[in-house]
Structure formats: C-alpha cells, structure tokens
C-alpha cells in the first residue's frame, strides 16, 4: 500500500502567499475594473541593472558560439562568479570567507529548506516568531516535533537573545522578515557566543543586507568574532540585484565548521553540503551567473544600489505615512518592509484593505502566533503605485 508523509498535514494546507494569492484573485473576479496594487509578496518590479542586461545578452552570445558554448557546469557554482562574491562581499569587509566555501545556487528560499537534510531528525530547531513560513514548514516535512519558537515583540525590538534556547540549530533573519528590523553587532555576537558555548549551529539568512544603510549595523554573521565556527550564512540576489525571475542565491559553509556524528565524532559540514547538492542539484545556470557576475563590477554596485535607494526611498514613504496615521510602525529604514500594529485581527485588516482601498499586504498572522495584530506591507512597487496606495489606505484608515 502506498502510503503519504503524514507530515505534510502538519502544516497549513496552503501556503501564506497562495492563500494571499486566492484571496486577491477573487476580489478581482468580483470586481474586474479595480485597480489593485500589490505591496504583499516580496517581488521586484524595477528593471534589472543595465550591466547585468548587458552580461546576459553576452551570455546568450555565448550560447550560440560553439568555441564559448557552456552546458553543464560546476554544481557548486562557476569559479569566475564564487570568486567576485568572496572578494566584494566578503573579504572587502574584511571577512575571511574564501571562494571554495560558496556554493552557488537557485535561490536562498532553496537553500533555506533544503540545508536540514544535513541534520538528524531529533535535532531541536528554534526560529523567530514571527518568521518565514519556509524555516518552519520544511522541518516539520521533515518530521520535526521539536521546534521552539522564540517571540519576537515590540519588548524585544523584533530581535530575541539566547537566553532560555535550548535548540541544536537556530535560524536567524536580519535584516528581518517580515517585522523589517535589525540586529546590532551586539545582539547577534551574544548568538555566536552562546552556539560556540553549546556546540549548536546558527543558520543565517541574509537575503536583506543589501539594504542596510546604518554602517554600525553588521551585513554578515561572519562579522561576530568566533561565527566561522558556529554558523552558515545564507544570501540571495533576488533582492540586492532584482533576480526573483531568473533566480541564484548562494550558501556559505566554513572550512572546519562541524556538526556531530552519534559517537561524538566532528563531521565537517561543508563536504557534506557539497554531497546534498552535487547529488540532487544541477547548478544553477550559466547564463544566471554571467548576470549575477556582473554584479560586482563597479557599474554593476552602483546600478543595483541605485534601485535599492529606490525602494529604500518607497519603504521610507509608507512608513511615514503609517506612523502619521497614528500606527505604530518598525522596518523601512535599513529593510524593504514596514511592518504595522494595526491592533487587531491581522487577516480582517487586510481584507478591509483589499475590499475598501484595492491594497494587498501581507497578515502578520502568516507568519507565526506573535504575528497576529500586525500587517507586512512591502516596497516593491513603482512610486507611483506607492504614492497612490498610501492615498487609498490614507482614505480607509
């Protein structure tokens, strides 16, 4: 007889933005001449840099040439691409993260739920709450029971400590989604120190740095004094350089970082992360990696900071809209996402905002128990959609 994984009933039968998704299909079924502005899903809407254009034309070029053709390539990404990341991501910060301990993907949500396989199924898992669907979902797939959720309030400034943590591996996200707020050097070494002293792992999403703009704020873990030991970062150019639709990320696995075999035995981590995707993933493709390459050319930083200012210049306008309507508002400054009290039911706000002001944003409740009296509202958007949701919302509100 064939039988199911009965995890997969333990989680939401939908996932938060298909049901977002649903929801929004049906109020434009019912009203087709509304014009509906999405500030919901995290997706870009400006186009790509023009140097990353440039690159992937010549890449295509290159498809055609039978002397520059590529087919398959290294699973662990191209070695002209794995070496620019380390240079301006890491080592021009000052960071110790060498080329061979990148491995390049199709995207840090991938990456995200893909990296517990590396782990035994009675690990303990701690995550923000709220958090990203996918750092809960995919563990729970995996059988799971022993998730803590640690809160993340307005006492705390959306950024939990260790203290009272007992997981063996705790996924941080800053800067975050969804509350959009941040975590100083400080806070997150406090998270280093207490892995080390526990022999834990800390998974950390970086997928935001990108956007940060306060220079006292860290970009990477690898910041923290003693991280090399005790995390691995995770990033993505979805949103430092517009790529949601042609997809990369990429993971960082430190030389010596380790977890344990059952005999007490150090298992280093990275080969076994080079084992999982030379395995069951094919690389992500060349001519991603031209674009993404392209990236880090002098141009390419300022093109893509350009458009980053640009939503940072979005976020900075919802924000101070909400906060003038009297709401209490965290995120928009160093983040994409502004993140709104709105002190009550979090679905109900945001269907009063699709029914009345033709707005989608996203239900705190999405996204986890403490999310609930909240909204997630992005920057992602043209200026002018941005400035005319902010009068819609000014009219409900």
């Known amino acids: 007889m064939l039988h199911v994984n009965e995890n997969y009933s333990r989680i939401k039968p939908t996932y938060l933005f298909a049901e977002i998704a649903h929801r929004v299909a049906a109020h434009q079924q019912a009203h087709p ?9 995290g997706d870009v809407t400006e186009p790509l840099a023009p140097s990353v254009i440039a690159a992937l034309h010549k890449a295509v070029d290159d498809e055609a040439d039978r002397s520059a053709f590529h087919g398959y390539g290294p699973e662990q990404g191209y070695a002209f691409l794995r070496e620019r990341i380390a240079e301006v991501d890491f080592r021009a910060r000052g960071l110790e993260v060498s080329a061979d301990e990148i491995l390049v ?7 995200c739920g893909n990296i517990q396989e590396l782990f035994a199924g009675d690990v303990r898992i701690a995550v923000g709450d709220p958090v990203y669907p996918v750092y809960v979902d995919t563990n729970v797939m995996a059988g799971r029971h022993d998730i803590q959720l640690l809160p993340c309030t307005a006492a705390n400034g959306f950024v939990p400590g260790p203290e009272g943590c007992t997981a063996d591996i705790v996924y941080l996200c800053y800067p975050n989604n969804p509350t959009g707020a941040t975590a100083t050097k400080a806070q997150l ?11 834990a792992l800390i998974l950390f999403d970086a997928a935001y740095e990108a956007f940060i703009r306060d220079p006292t704020i860290p970009h990477s873990i690898y910041e923290c004094a003693g991280a090399r030991t005790c ?9 430092t350089a517009g790529f949601t639709g042609i997809r990369l990320g990429y993971t960082v696995v430190p030389d010596g970082l380790v977890a344990y075999a059952a005999d007490g035995s150090a298992v280093p981590l990275r080969p076994m992360w080079t ?9 992500a493709s060349y001519l991603t990696q031209r674009g993404a390459e392209a990236v880090y050319t002098p141009e390419g930083q300022r093109e893509t900071r350009a ?4 939503y940072l210049g979005n976020a900075k306008l919802v924000r101070e ?3 003038a309507a009297g709401y209490a508002v965290t995120g928009g400054t160093d983040s994409p996402y502004v993140w709104v009290d709105v002190k009550g039911d979090s679905w109900a706000f945001f269907d009063r905002l699709l029914a009345e002001a033709n707005v989608v944003t996203t239900p705190g409740a999405g996204f986890g128990r403490e999310g609930e009296g909240y909204i997630r509202i992005s920057a992602f958007n043209s200026r002018e959609n941005v400035l005319e949701a902010i009068e819609r919302m000014k009219k409900v509100l």
Not at 33 to 41: C, F, H, S, Y
Not at 231 to 239: G, L, T, V, W, Y
Not at 275 to 283: A, D, E, H, L, S
């Open 307 to 310: 458009t980053i200012d640009f």
């Open 105 to 111: 993907s199709d995207g840090a949500k991938c990456d």
């Open 321 to 323: 809209a909400l906060a």
């Open 33 to 41: 001449d509304a014009k509906v502005i999405r500030l919901g899903i």
């Open 275 to 283: 084992r999982r995707q030379t395995t069951k993933f094919n690389g």
């Open 231 to 239: 995390a691995i970062e995770i990033r993505s150019f979805s949103k």
């Open 189 to 199: 070494q406090a998270w280093v120190d207490w892995a080390n002293d526990r022999k």
